[in-house]
Protein backbone atom coordinates (compact mmCIF):
# COMPACT_ATOMS: atom_id res chain seq x y z
CA UNK A 1 0.00 0.00 0.00
CA UNK A 2 1.53 3.28 -1.40
CA UNK A 3 2.46 6.31 1.23
CA UNK A 4 -0.97 8.45 0.26
CA UNK A 5 -3.00 5.56 0.39
CA UNK A 6 -2.38 4.37 3.90
CA UNK A 7 -2.75 7.75 4.90
CA UNK A 8 -6.31 8.01 3.55
CA UNK A 9 -6.79 4.90 5.19
CA UNK A 10 -6.13 6.56 8.32
CA UNK A 11 -7.77 9.71 8.00
CA UNK A 12 -11.13 7.27 7.50
CA UNK A 13 -10.30 5.67 10.49
CA UNK A 14 -10.18 9.02 12.75
CA UNK A 15 -13.23 10.33 11.54
CA UNK A 16 -14.90 7.18 12.47
CA UNK A 17 -13.90 6.82 15.83
CA UNK A 18 -15.43 10.11 16.92
CA UNK A 19 -17.76 13.09 15.87
CA UNK A 20 -15.38 16.13 15.13
CA UNK A 21 -11.78 16.49 14.51
CA UNK A 22 -10.23 19.87 14.56
CA UNK A 23 -8.12 20.24 11.55
CA UNK A 24 -4.35 21.03 13.53
CA UNK A 25 -5.10 18.04 15.28
CA UNK A 26 -5.87 15.58 12.71
CA UNK A 27 -2.73 16.80 10.87
CA UNK A 28 -0.43 16.12 13.96
CA UNK A 29 -2.13 12.48 14.10
CA UNK A 30 -1.33 11.63 10.49
CA UNK A 31 2.12 13.67 10.73
CA UNK A 32 1.20 16.16 7.62
CA UNK A 33 0.05 19.85 6.93
CA UNK A 34 -3.33 20.88 6.69
CA UNK A 35 -3.10 21.39 3.57
CA UNK A 36 -2.43 17.94 3.16
CA UNK A 37 -5.57 16.74 5.08
CA UNK A 38 -7.86 19.22 3.36
CA UNK A 39 -6.54 17.50 0.06
CA UNK A 40 -7.20 14.09 1.21
CA UNK A 41 -10.76 14.83 2.63
CA UNK A 42 -11.48 15.92 -1.53
CA UNK A 43 -9.96 12.56 -2.10
CA UNK A 44 -12.42 10.77 0.26
CA UNK A 45 -15.74 13.15 -0.95
CA UNK A 46 -15.36 11.36 -4.09
CA UNK A 47 -15.08 8.04 -3.14
CA UNK A 48 -18.85 9.19 -1.48
CA UNK A 49 -17.95 9.96 1.91
CA UNK A 50 -19.86 13.19 3.38
CA UNK A 51 -17.06 14.97 5.00
CA UNK A 52 -18.08 18.37 6.35
CA UNK A 53 -16.13 21.48 7.19
CA UNK A 54 -17.06 22.54 10.55
CA UNK A 55 -17.30 26.55 11.93
CA UNK A 56 -15.12 27.97 14.98
CA UNK A 57 -12.20 29.49 15.85
CA UNK A 58 -9.94 25.95 15.51
CA UNK A 59 -12.30 24.36 12.09
CA UNK A 60 -12.64 20.87 11.61
CA UNK A 61 -14.20 18.33 9.99
CA UNK A 62 -16.77 16.09 10.44
CA UNK A 63 -18.21 12.48 8.61
CA UNK A 64 -21.68 12.93 8.53
CA UNK A 65 -24.50 10.43 7.42
CA UNK A 66 -25.00 10.08 3.61
CA UNK A 67 -27.14 9.14 1.39
CA UNK A 68 -26.02 5.99 0.60
CA UNK A 69 -24.19 3.12 2.96
CA UNK A 70 -20.37 4.13 1.08
CA UNK A 71 -17.45 1.65 2.32
CA UNK A 72 -16.59 0.88 6.02
CA UNK A 73 -12.82 0.61 7.46
CA UNK A 74 -13.38 -1.92 10.51
CA UNK A 75 -9.74 -2.96 12.07
CA UNK A 76 -8.83 -6.13 12.66
CA UNK A 77 -10.61 -6.17 16.28
CA UNK A 78 -13.65 -4.66 15.05
CA UNK A 79 -14.35 -7.37 12.00
CA UNK A 80 -14.15 -10.30 14.31
CA UNK A 81 -16.28 -8.07 16.95
CA UNK A 82 -18.92 -7.82 14.25
CA UNK A 83 -18.41 -11.42 13.52
CA UNK A 84 -19.37 -12.60 16.99
CA UNK A 85 -21.85 -10.16 17.48
CA UNK A 86 -23.91 -11.47 14.25
CA UNK A 87 -23.92 -14.83 15.11
CA UNK A 88 -25.76 -14.03 18.25
CA UNK A 89 -27.71 -11.81 17.06
CA UNK A 90 -31.34 -11.86 19.18
CA UNK A 91 -32.81 -8.71 19.47
CA UNK A 92 -37.15 -9.97 19.55
CA UNK A 93 -36.99 -7.74 16.42
CA UNK A 94 -39.04 -9.32 13.21
CA UNK A 95 -36.89 -10.06 10.59
CA UNK A 96 -33.15 -8.37 12.21
CA UNK A 97 -32.10 -11.89 13.09
CA UNK A 98 -32.01 -13.35 9.21
CA UNK A 99 -30.72 -10.29 8.11
CA UNK A 100 -27.69 -10.61 10.75
CA UNK A 101 -27.15 -13.80 9.13
CA UNK A 102 -27.05 -11.98 5.26
CA UNK A 103 -24.79 -9.69 6.44
CA UNK A 104 -22.12 -11.99 8.33
CA UNK A 105 -22.21 -13.62 4.56
CA UNK A 106 -21.87 -10.00 3.11
CA UNK A 107 -19.07 -9.46 5.77
CA UNK A 108 -17.14 -13.47 5.21
CA UNK A 109 -16.82 -12.40 1.58
CA UNK A 110 -14.41 -9.28 1.38
CA UNK A 111 -12.78 -10.26 4.71
CA UNK A 112 -8.99 -11.51 3.97
CA UNK A 113 -7.51 -14.61 4.14
CA UNK A 114 -6.19 -14.38 7.92
CA UNK A 115 -9.31 -12.95 8.86
CA UNK A 116 -11.96 -15.41 7.18
CA UNK A 117 -9.70 -17.92 9.14
CA UNK A 118 -10.14 -17.07 11.98
CA UNK A 119 -14.05 -15.98 11.44
CA UNK A 120 -14.37 -19.60 10.96
CA UNK A 121 -12.91 -20.50 13.86
CA UNK A 122 -15.24 -18.34 15.84
CA UNK A 123 -18.24 -20.30 14.76
CA UNK A 124 -20.60 -20.25 17.62
CA UNK A 125 -23.87 -22.07 18.49
CA UNK A 126 -26.46 -20.43 20.25
CA UNK A 127 -28.18 -22.29 23.15
CA UNK A 128 -31.58 -21.04 24.57
CA UNK A 129 -31.31 -20.03 28.26
CA UNK A 130 -34.39 -22.14 29.29
CA UNK A 131 -37.38 -23.60 28.19
CA UNK A 132 -39.88 -21.03 27.84
CA UNK A 133 -41.75 -20.30 24.57
CA UNK A 134 -39.82 -18.01 22.66
CA UNK A 135 -40.48 -14.04 23.10
CA UNK A 136 -42.98 -12.85 19.79
CA UNK A 137 -41.34 -10.78 17.47
CA UNK A 138 -41.75 -6.99 16.69
CA UNK A 139 -41.97 -5.96 13.18
CA UNK A 140 -39.27 -3.24 12.47
CA UNK A 141 -41.83 -0.86 11.09
CA UNK A 142 -43.82 -1.17 14.29
CA UNK A 143 -40.99 -0.21 16.55
CA UNK A 144 -39.73 3.02 14.13
CA UNK A 145 -42.94 4.05 14.02
CA UNK A 146 -43.47 3.58 18.07
CA UNK A 147 -40.50 5.29 18.14
CA UNK A 148 -40.63 8.15 15.86
CA UNK A 149 -43.64 8.93 17.74
CA UNK A 150 -41.79 9.44 21.19
CA UNK A 151 -39.25 10.96 19.95
CA UNK A 152 -41.60 13.78 18.10
CA UNK A 153 -43.64 13.67 21.08
CA UNK A 154 -46.71 13.30 19.19
CA UNK A 155 -50.09 11.65 20.21
CA UNK A 156 -49.89 7.58 18.81
CA UNK A 157 -53.19 6.00 17.77
CA UNK A 158 -52.92 2.37 17.44
CA UNK A 159 -54.77 -1.15 17.34
CA UNK A 160 -54.01 -3.36 20.25
CA UNK A 161 -54.36 -6.94 19.89
CA UNK A 162 -56.36 -8.40 23.09
CA UNK A 163 -57.01 -5.19 24.62
CA UNK A 164 -59.86 -4.21 26.73
CA UNK A 165 -62.16 -0.68 26.05
CA UNK A 166 -65.47 0.09 24.75
CA UNK A 167 -67.12 -1.90 21.79
CA UNK A 168 -68.94 0.25 19.47
CA UNK A 169 -71.03 -1.22 16.97
CA UNK A 170 -72.68 -4.39 17.00
CA UNK A 171 -72.88 -7.98 15.63
CA UNK A 172 -70.24 -8.25 12.44
CA UNK A 173 -69.60 -4.60 12.69
CA UNK A 174 -68.85 -4.04 16.11
CA UNK A 175 -65.04 -2.70 17.10
CA UNK A 176 -63.20 -0.88 19.09
CA UNK A 177 -61.77 2.54 18.79
CA UNK A 178 -57.82 2.60 18.23
CA UNK A 179 -56.34 3.34 21.66
CA UNK A 180 -55.19 7.41 21.66
CA UNK A 181 -51.48 7.97 23.99
CA UNK A 182 -48.95 10.55 24.43
CA UNK A 183 -45.97 7.68 24.09
CA UNK A 184 -43.38 8.10 26.40
CA UNK A 185 -40.36 5.58 26.33
CA UNK A 186 -39.63 2.67 24.47
CA UNK A 187 -37.96 -0.05 26.66
CA UNK A 188 -36.97 -3.32 26.53
CA UNK A 189 -37.89 -5.97 30.12
CA UNK A 190 -37.35 -9.75 30.19
CA UNK A 191 -36.85 -9.94 26.58
CA UNK A 192 -40.20 -7.77 24.86
CA UNK A 193 -40.52 -4.82 23.88
CA UNK A 194 -42.73 -1.93 25.68
CA UNK A 195 -44.35 1.38 24.98
CA UNK A 196 -44.42 3.08 28.44
CA UNK A 197 -47.37 6.08 27.40
CA UNK A 198 -49.88 7.91 29.09
CA UNK A 199 -53.86 6.95 28.29
CA UNK A 200 -55.64 9.99 26.89
CA UNK A 201 -59.04 7.83 26.54
CA UNK A 202 -58.31 7.03 30.23
CA UNK A 203 -56.38 9.94 31.56
CA UNK A 204 -53.74 6.89 33.43
CA UNK A 205 -50.29 5.84 32.48
CA UNK A 206 -50.28 2.42 30.78
CA UNK A 207 -47.89 -0.45 29.31
CA UNK A 208 -48.12 -1.83 26.24
CA UNK A 209 -46.49 -4.60 24.54
CA UNK A 210 -45.05 -3.73 21.11
CA UNK A 211 -45.74 -7.22 19.59
CA UNK A 212 -49.55 -6.29 19.85
CA UNK A 213 -49.42 -2.90 18.70
CA UNK A 214 -50.27 -1.51 14.76
CA UNK A 215 -50.03 1.70 14.92
CA UNK A 216 -51.73 4.10 12.77
CA UNK A 217 -50.86 7.12 10.60
CA UNK A 218 -50.84 10.06 10.82
CA UNK A 219 -50.16 10.79 14.48
CA UNK A 220 -51.74 12.99 16.47
CA UNK A 221 -50.83 16.73 17.44
CA UNK A 222 -47.73 17.63 19.36
CA UNK A 223 -47.76 17.04 23.15
CA UNK A 224 -45.42 18.69 26.33
CA UNK A 225 -43.41 16.42 28.04
CA UNK A 226 -45.13 14.46 30.92
CA UNK A 227 -43.36 12.59 33.75
CA UNK A 228 -43.71 9.50 34.60
CA UNK A 229 -44.91 8.29 37.72
CA UNK A 230 -42.17 8.65 40.40
CA UNK A 231 -39.75 9.94 37.85
CA UNK A 232 -38.46 6.79 37.46
CA UNK A 233 -39.12 4.60 34.17
CA UNK A 234 -36.95 1.49 35.50
CA UNK A 235 -39.27 1.46 39.09
CA UNK A 236 -42.38 2.52 36.86
CA UNK A 237 -42.38 -0.18 34.57
CA UNK A 238 -40.94 -3.17 37.49
CA UNK A 239 -44.03 -2.38 39.35
CA UNK A 240 -46.34 -2.76 36.33
CA UNK A 241 -44.93 -5.58 35.09
CA UNK A 242 -44.79 -7.48 38.33
CA UNK A 243 -41.37 -7.61 38.62
CA UNK A 244 -38.91 -6.26 41.43
CA UNK A 245 -35.44 -5.74 41.18
CA UNK A 246 -33.45 -8.43 42.75
CA UNK A 247 -29.67 -7.17 42.74
CA UNK A 248 -28.50 -5.75 45.41
CA UNK A 249 -26.53 -2.93 43.87
CA UNK A 250 -28.75 -1.66 40.95
CA UNK A 251 -27.46 1.57 38.78
CA UNK A 252 -27.99 3.77 35.30
CA UNK A 253 -25.89 4.50 32.49
CA UNK A 254 -26.16 5.77 28.94
CA UNK A 255 -23.64 3.62 26.28
CA UNK A 256 -22.70 4.61 22.83
CA UNK A 257 -24.36 1.45 21.39
CA UNK A 258 -28.52 0.83 19.69
CA UNK A 259 -30.61 -0.06 22.05
CA UNK A 260 -31.19 -3.47 19.83
CA UNK A 261 -27.54 -3.85 20.56
CA UNK A 262 -27.74 -3.35 24.48
CA UNK A 263 -30.84 -5.47 24.90
CA UNK A 264 -29.11 -8.59 23.81
CA UNK A 265 -26.44 -8.57 26.02
CA UNK A 266 -28.29 -7.50 29.02
CA UNK A 267 -30.27 -9.29 31.83
CA UNK A 268 -33.91 -10.40 31.57
CA UNK A 269 -34.67 -7.53 34.60
CA UNK A 270 -32.33 -4.79 33.25
CA UNK A 271 -34.24 -1.87 30.90
CA UNK A 272 -33.13 -0.65 28.23
CA UNK A 273 -34.34 2.78 26.60
CA UNK A 274 -33.39 4.18 22.99
CA UNK A 275 -31.89 7.94 23.53
CA UNK A 276 -31.10 7.89 20.24
CA UNK A 277 -30.45 6.13 17.10
CA UNK A 278 -26.62 5.13 18.33
CA UNK A 279 -27.10 5.26 21.76
CA UNK A 280 -28.97 3.32 24.97
CA UNK A 281 -29.77 3.69 28.20
CA UNK A 282 -29.55 1.15 30.45
CA UNK A 283 -30.46 0.35 34.26
CA UNK A 284 -29.39 -2.73 35.43
CA UNK A 285 -27.57 -4.76 38.50
CA UNK A 286 -25.39 -6.68 40.15
CA UNK A 287 -24.15 -8.42 43.13
CA UNK A 288 -21.55 -6.04 43.47
CA UNK A 289 -20.68 -2.68 42.75
CA UNK A 290 -17.51 -3.33 41.08
CA UNK A 291 -19.01 -6.19 39.41
CA UNK A 292 -21.26 -3.82 37.43
CA UNK A 293 -18.47 -1.25 36.52
CA UNK A 294 -17.22 -4.41 35.36
CA UNK A 295 -20.36 -5.42 33.03
CA UNK A 296 -20.54 -1.75 32.25
CA UNK A 297 -16.86 -1.99 30.66
CA UNK A 298 -17.38 -5.23 28.97
CA UNK A 299 -19.89 -3.65 25.93
CA UNK A 300 -16.43 -2.25 24.60
CA UNK A 301 -18.32 1.24 23.77
CA UNK A 302 -18.04 4.42 25.69
CA UNK A 303 -20.67 5.28 28.52
CA UNK A 304 -21.26 7.69 30.56
CA UNK A 305 -22.50 6.88 34.36
CA UNK A 306 -25.75 8.12 35.36
CA UNK A 307 -25.56 7.24 38.93
CA UNK A 308 -26.01 6.31 41.87
CA UNK A 309 -22.35 7.55 43.24
CA UNK A 310 -21.86 4.04 44.59
CA UNK A 311 -21.22 2.55 40.74
CA UNK A 312 -19.44 5.80 40.32
CA UNK A 313 -16.77 5.21 42.73
CA UNK A 314 -16.54 1.61 41.17
CA UNK A 315 -15.74 2.45 37.91
CA UNK A 316 -12.72 4.35 39.32
CA UNK A 317 -11.80 1.59 41.33
CA UNK A 318 -11.96 -0.64 38.46
CA UNK A 319 -10.12 1.66 36.19
CA UNK A 320 -7.16 2.13 38.90
CA UNK A 321 -7.24 -1.74 38.76
CA UNK A 322 -6.73 -1.87 34.99
CA UNK A 323 -4.10 0.66 35.03
CA UNK A 324 -2.37 -1.11 37.72
CA UNK A 325 -2.70 -4.32 35.48
CA UNK A 326 -0.59 -3.43 32.59
CA UNK A 327 2.15 -2.51 35.36
Request: proline share 8%; charged share 25%; hydrophobic share 45%.
Amino acid sequence: MSGPSARLLSLLSLLQSRRDWPGEVLADRLGVSPRTVRRDVDRLRELGYPVHATKGPDGGYRLEAGSHMPPLLLDDEQVLALTLALQTASTGVDGVDDAAGRALATLRQVMPARLRAAADALAVTVVPRDERPARPAVPPDVLLAVGAAVRAREVLRFDYEGGSGPVLGSGDGAFRPPRRVEPHHLVTWGGRWYLVAYDLDRSDWRTFRADRMSPRTPTGPRVAARTVPGGDVSAFVAARLGARPAWPCRGEAVLDLPAAEVARWAGRDALVEPVADDRARLVTGSWSWDGLAAMLVMYEVPFEVVGPDELRDAVRRVARRLERALG
